[in-house]
């Protein structure tokens, strides 16, 4: 139940998409986005990736090339197989 909106950012501008029992919402990979809870809302997430690396709040600021190519984003942002957790 309840209610509330995912904001998201990208390099075509800002977007606010209502969130409500069974809206269905989804953006690509790049997407700078936050979630606002404004009436008990309750969310089901899937992610594809399985989780996100980082602890926290976290922005990437990359030039427009990186953010408008997939694959030039994909590999800017790809954290290595063998890499220490922070």
Known sequence: ???GSVQTLTTT???ETPLTPGALV???PGTIHRL???DGLRLIVLMQNSGLPEAGDAVLTLPP???TDPDDYRAAVAVPAD???A
């Open 1 to 3: 139940g309840g209610s």
């Open 36 to 38: 606002v809870n404004e």
């Open 65 to 67: 090339g990186r953010l």
């Open 83 to 85: 890499a220490e957790e």
């Open 13 to 15: 501008g800002y977007q």
């Open 26 to 28: 989804w953006f690509t």
